[in-house]
C-alpha cells in the first residue's frame, strides 16, 4: 500500500508563495488519483486539488482556481501543490491522499493519507 509523506508547510505573509510537497513509496503516483486536501481550524476537511492517474490532468475547487496548481514527477514518485497569492483563508493543514481509482473530490473516496504540513498565512 501507498505511504505519502508531506512536506513544505510553514508560516508565510498574505500574497506570498509557498510549495508543498508529496512524496510516496510502496506505490507509483502516476497509477494513483493524487487529491489534496486541507483543513482549517473548526472546520471539516475540504477538497482543493486533485491529479488525475496516468494523464496528469488536474482539478481544483473553485477557491483557489488560477492561484493553486497541482503537479506530479513520476521521476521522483511526488506530487507538488504550488500556492500563490496567499490569503489568511488559506490557512490550514494541508493533506495529501492517494486513490487507485479515478479522480473523486471526496475525501471519503481516498483511502491512502499523509500526516499533513501546517500551512499559516498571516495577514
Known amino acids: 500500500q501507498v505511504q505519502l509523506v508531506e512536506s513544505g508547510g510553514g508560516l508565510v505573509q498574505a500574497g506570498d508563495s509557498l510549495r508543498l510537497s508529496c512524496a510516496a513509496s510502496g506505490g507509483t503516483v502516476s497509477n494513483y488519483a493524487m487529491g489534496w486536501f486541507r483543513q482549517a481550524p473548526g472546520k471539516e476537511r475540504e477538497f482543493v486539488a486533485a491529479i488525475r492517474r496516468y494523464s496528469g490532468n488536474t482539478l481544483y475547487a473553485n477557491s483557489v482556481k488560477g492561484r493553486f496548481t497541482a503537479s506530479r514527477d513520476n521521476a521522483k514518485n511526488t506530487v507538488y501543490l504550488q500556492m500563490n497569492s496567499l490569503k489568511p483563508e488559506d490557512t490550514a493543514v494541508y493533506y495529501c491522499?492517494?486513490?487507485?481509482?479515478?479522480?473523486?473530490?471526496?475525501?471519503?473516496?481516498?483511502?491512502?493519507w499523509g500526516q499533513g504540513t501546517q500551512v499559516t498565512v498571516s495577514s
Open positions: 491522499a492517494a486513490r487507485y481509482s479515478v479522480t473523486s473530490d471526496s475525501l471519503t473516496d481516498y483511502p491512502y
